[in-house]
């Protein structure tokens, strides 16, 4: 969504507490039970980490009220999200740290979570991650076997069955 460049006026909305992955069309979904949203974005810092806040802007200052009301403290992916009133100006949403994002992403380095992984695999993919923390060596034989890519979340279950069976991964 385009950056809005409005002074406050009582219908923009602070969000804290989000998920490190969260998107605006997830923010966007979350917030629209309060009322027709105008624009919604995540922040980034200037290095294109999510910053775990967002801005929301509402149609109306009743219904960016109702949001404070309604929603501060509900949940969104296990995390407890602050929902206040956003003071000052709306935050730059075309930041370089979003460019920078969005560009780690295009290059196949984005930081975005898997969506809708299997049981087997989630349990697969952990076992693998903490392999690896267990000492160089055994992060170096992950990356041996796996390949180019590293992230046992990118791998499927029969190669980390493989791995597991073949190293003896708890």
């Given at each position: 969504m385009a950056n809005q460049a409005v002074e406050a006026d009582g219908r923009g909305v602070y969000v804290g507490g989000l998920p490190k992955h969260a998107e605006w069309q997830e923010l966007k979904d979350h917030f629209k039970t309060a009322g027709e949203i105008e624009f919604c974005?995540?922040?980034y810092s200037d290095w294109g980490e999510p910053k775990g806040v967002g801005y929301v802007r509402y149609k109306t200052e009743a219904e960016a009220l109702g949001a404070i009301a309604a929603l501060?403290?509900?949940s969104m992916d296990g995390r407890t999200l602050k929902v206040a009133a956003w003071t000052g100006k709306p935050p730059n949403t075309n930041s370089q740290g979003k460019m920078m994002y969005q560009m780690w992403a295009w290059y196949g380095g984005g930081k975005k979570r898997p969506r809708n992984m299997d049981p087997e695999k989630t349990k697969l993919v952990d076992?693998?991650?903490?392999y690896q923390r267990g000492s160089p060596e055994q992060k170096e034989t992950w990356y041996s076997f796996c390949g180019e890519v590293k992230d046992?979340?990118?791998h499927d279950?029969?190669?980390?069955?493989e791995f597991c069976t073949t190293y003896g991964v708890p």
């Open positions: 974005d995540v922040l501060n403290e509900t076992r693998v991650k903490t046992p979340a990118r279950v029969p190669k980390l069955q």
